[in-house]
């Protein structure tokens, strides 16, 4: 299983994102597909999630009214719209899968067994 993760970038506080990424294969049917990001000196924090079987969503709560995650079952792909950009947003996103996580897990990067390479982005004040 390989995902890949594009649409990171440079852009201005108050700005717009749309991060993709694609699983090669969606040999689970209860997979679950997850964003991550990790700044500078801190540890990986949770952003959201998605079932890609039924659309159910999470959030962490510093980005909730601000991004939407999505998917397009079709092109096994997820999306994450990042929208009103913050400086605090920095960070590189990393999308993650996993085919048997729990809804408690889905915050947990531990339980989520596919990674994708990371994409930077980058909020300027």
């Known amino acids: 299983v390989q995902l890949q993760a594009s649409g990171g970038g440079p852009v201005q506080a108050g700005g717009s994102l749309r991060l993709s990424c694609t699983i090669s294969?969606?040999?689970?049917?209860?997979?679950?597909m997850g964003w991550f990001r990790q700044a500078p000196g801190k540890e990986r924090g949770f952003v959201a999630a998605?079932?890609?079987?039924?659309?159910?969503?999470d959030y962490a709560d510093s980005v909730k009214g601000r991004f939407t995650i999505s998917r397009d079952t079709a092109k096994n792909t997820v999306y994450l719209q990042m929208n009103s950009l913050m400086p605090e947003d920095t960070a590189v996103y990393y999308c993650?899968?996993?085919?048997?996580?729990?809804?408690?897990?889905?915050?947990?990067?531990?339980?989520?067994?596919?990674w994708g390479q990371g994409t930077v982005v980058t909020v300027s004040s």
């Open positions: 294969e969606r040999t689970f049917r209860r997979t679950v």
């Open positions: 993650a899968a996993d085919g048997t996580i729990i809804r408690s897990s889905w915050s947990n990067s531990a339980a989520y067994d596919h």
């Open positions: 998605i079932s890609l079987s039924d659309g159910t969503t």
